[in-house]
């Protein structure tokens, strides 16, 4: 949805929740913009002021040691929140109104998750009465509990992957198969265990495929196996550090072709007309080449995998 359609009471309100997910050094989650709308203007912050009570940010940030998303109740819940931004505007839509502050608390309320009614509650207010005056606000009192969108698959952004118990069975045991008869002996040089980590994950891509999983069981798949290869072979090869990423090596090329432009000043012209993506085609095609040259070299360790 585009901006022109967002009031301005709702963008405020969002960045006031990622403005407090950052001060307490967390991602942003449906608290901080439950505390995002609660400290603007209008129906929906009037719903959520306590009187006399603790308010929303204290209730949140009651703890002063719990910073950080592995401590506190309220970090780790990124793809919450976009849930909760996906509901309003889709209530917003199907209204014909401009997604306003009253409609992400609804989508808030109705999420319900933990965090926000944890806050509601240290704060003394009623989560049915906070929503009534919201509905009231946007002209419907009577307003039913609004569907929500899907949420990001699991394991992606920081939704958590299903535990291994809930992976399909047939999927697990041929990943299975596969880590135990990974070409670890063939690995000669770091990029020889990139090479294989990619062979891995497409391999449980495509396994999927197969097998017609949803996207829960894909990715749950993928970040499973993914974790299981790379601890398999930092256990059998630790002498194998974890490559750098491609943004790190874009910069150490940077930071090196600057140190050639001070050396050469004369010659900046000439570099400067030099295609900048050429460095990254070039590079792309480079880890292609390489992966299949790998995944020849490897067939025979797969001979006799299952196919289920």
């Known amino acids: 949805m585009a901006h022109d359609q967002m009031s301005g009471p709702y963008l405020e309100a969002i960045r006031r929740g990622f403005l407090l997910a950052r001060e307490l050094d967390q991602p942003c989650g449906p608290a901080h913009l439950l505390v995002g709308v609660a400290e603007g203007i209008g129906p929906a912050a009037t719903a959520l002021d306590p009187g006399q009570g603790r308010s929303l940010r204290a209730a949140v940030t009651a703890d002063p040691e719990a910073r950080g998303a592995g401590n506190s109740p309220y970090g780790g819940l990124g793809h919450l929140h976009m849930q909760a931004q996906g509901a309003a505007m889709a209530l917003g839509e199907s209204r014909g109104e401009q997604v306003d502050a009253e409609h992400l608390l609804i989508a808030l309320l109705d999420q ?37 969108p899907a949420l990001t698959p699991a394991g992606t952004l920081d939704r958590a992957p299903l535990p291994i118990s809930d992976l399909d ?50 990715y749950s798949l993928i970040s499973h196996h993914a974790d299981e290869v790379a601890r398999r072979v930092e256990r059998a090869r630790p002498d194998f ?30 570099l400067r007309n030099v295609t900048v993506g050429w460095g990254v085609w070039f590079g792309n095609r480079r880890r292609v080449l390489r992966d299949r040259w790998f995944r020849l070299r490897t067939t025979s360790s797969y001979r006799g995998a299952p196919q289920p």
Request: aromatic letters at 2%; glycine letters at 8%; charged letters at 30%.
């Open 112 to 148: 319900g998750t933990a965090p926000v009614l944890q806050a509601l509650s240290s704060a003394g207010l009623d989560p049915g009465s906070v929503r009534q005056a919201a509905a009231t606000a946007i002209g419907d009192p009577g307003l039913p509990p609004i569907e929500l």
């Open 169 to 218: 069975d047939r999927a697990w045991a041929a990943l299975g198969w596969r880590q135990d008869h990974l070409p670890i002996g063939r690995l000669r040089r770091p990029s020889d265990r990139e090479a294989l980590l990619h062979l891995e994950r497409d391999e449980a891509w495509r396994l999927a495929d197969r097998l017609a999983l949803d996207d829960d069981q894909r």
């Open 241 to 270: 550090a974890t490559p750098p990423s491609p943004g790190d090596r874009a910069q150490a090329r940077a930071v090196a072709l600057s140190s050639r432009h001070r050396r050469r000043r004369g010659r900046t012209l000439r």
